[in-house]
């Protein structure tokens, strides 16, 4: 991500990223990459202008987008792959997802690995806000068609507590993506570059997978945003990021993605846990649950944050030598979250949620019926 550094301000810096959170480095999405929402809006539409301009601001990866729902883009073609790659490009497919035909989403999905695709990105927003069934549909078809090993990523809302009923817990769950590309777009969502920093890690390093920061050249961010942006991605430790959108990103952004820059000194991480209590519903109590019940605390994922989960959190804490606040705080997290969660298949009927390994399907869980709180995308191009 960074380059023209010193040797020992390299080693600090891969020091850093050894001790994040996150899982083994996956080569398509590591290091800067453009999203490319029309290609022919991008440097001409042609592979050579493509190549020419990434080289040019050093990004090494293209995010292509390959369909839309039912649809397929012809834009992603084994052509095109092919000649991004010979001009020394990764080359991503993402595809934007409704949930209302999961298996045929994944059907097009399959289609862009075999055009080529060193990865696919699932691009889930707010038609899949309460879609646990298709998401996993969507998640099983994927991995029968591609394999186990195959790359795939998810992008979507970075703030997971503005979403309590979006299935986070799947498409970054077992079997899922291996990546979490959230949509940090700063200026859109009114926030500071080092507050959506803090507020994304929060929120989305529970779920356990690399997160690649998605940072916002449309809207004529500043430059000196944009270079901060870079900044934070290091200091948090991730090993990429990218940019929305190739056709949409000025001069300036060019400039402040592709030159160098000076990294910032630690500490500088403000991220903590989230905190979950009882009363609440979301997805992030659900994969609290999935990991009470992976290490046998706890019978039922429903989503619900009620008397028996919070009992099954105190004779947790109680086990740990914890003190018996009743609540997911932090300490929870860090001793819950090595386990791992236990695998759910959730099916579409409502009541008593038993875990996925020769008992009966789970019932959608409650926090699937809330509202989100807030779109803080809207109005983003493209998406």
């Known amino acids: 991500m960074t380059r023209r550094t010193a040797p020992a301000l390299a080693a600090a810096l891969i020091a850093l990223c ?9 080569a398509a999405v590591d290091g800067d990459g453009m999203w490319i929402w029309y290609v022919k809006k991008s440097s ?3 592979a050579d202008g493509i190549a020419a301009k990434a080289a040019r601001n050093h990004v090494r990866t293209v995010y292509v987008k390959s369909a839309d729902g039912r649809t397929r883009w ?3 073609s084994p052509t095109l792959v092919r000649q991004l790659k010979a001009r020394g490009l990764k080359v991503c497919a993402w595809q934007f997802v409704y949930g209302k035909n999961p298996k045929t989403e994944a059907n097009l999905a399959a289609q862009a690995a075999r055009a080529g695709a060193d990865c696919t990105v699932i691009d889930a927003e707010g038609h899949y806000e309460g879609k646990y069934v298709s998401a996993q549909t969507y998640m099983a078809r994927l991995r029968k068609l591609v394999g186990p090993s ?4 998810l992008t979507s809302f970075p703030y997971v507590h ?6 986070y817990s799947v498409f970054l769950g077992p079997g899922g993506a291996q990546d979490n590309l959230p949509q940090m777009y700063w200026k859109t969502i009114g926030a500071s570059v080092d507050s959506i920093f803090q507020t994304t890690w929060t929120y989305n390093k529970v779920y356990g997978r690399p997160i690649y920061p998605l940072g916002q050249t449309y809207s004529n961010p500043r430059s000196g945003d944009v270079r901060r942006f870079r900044q934070l991605a290091v200091a948090y430790g991730a090993r990429g990021l990218s940019w929305w959108v190739w056709q949409f990103a000025g001069a300036r952004q060019w400039t402040a993605i592709g030159s160098a820059f000076t990294p910032i000194g630690a500490p500088v991480r403000r991220d903590g846990y989230p905190l979950l209590r009882r009363g609440n519903r979301s997805d992030l109590v659900v994969w609290a649950q999935q990991h009470l019940m992976k290490v046998g605390f706890l019978g039922v994922v429903n989503g619900n944050y009620g008397s028996t989960t919070q009992n099954a959190v105190l004779a947790f804490q109680s086990s740990r030598g914890l003190a018996p606040t009743g609540q997911v705080d932090a300490p929870t997290w860090q001793a819950l ?6 695998a759910i298949r959730w099916g579409a009927k409502r009541g008593a949620v038993q875990a996925a390994s020769g008992r009966p399907v789970s019932p959608v869980p409650l926090n699937a019926r809330k509202n989100p709180g807030r779109n803080e995308l809207a109005p983003a191009p493209g998406h």
């Open 337 to 342: 979250l090595p386990s791992g969660p236990a």
């Open 44 to 46: 001409g539409g042609t």
């Open 74 to 76: 012809s834009q992603f």
């Open 150 to 153: 195959y790359e795939v990523a």
């Open 18 to 26: 050894l001790a994040a959170p996150s899982l083994a480095s996956a």
């Open 162 to 167: 503005y979403h309590p009923g979006f299935p």
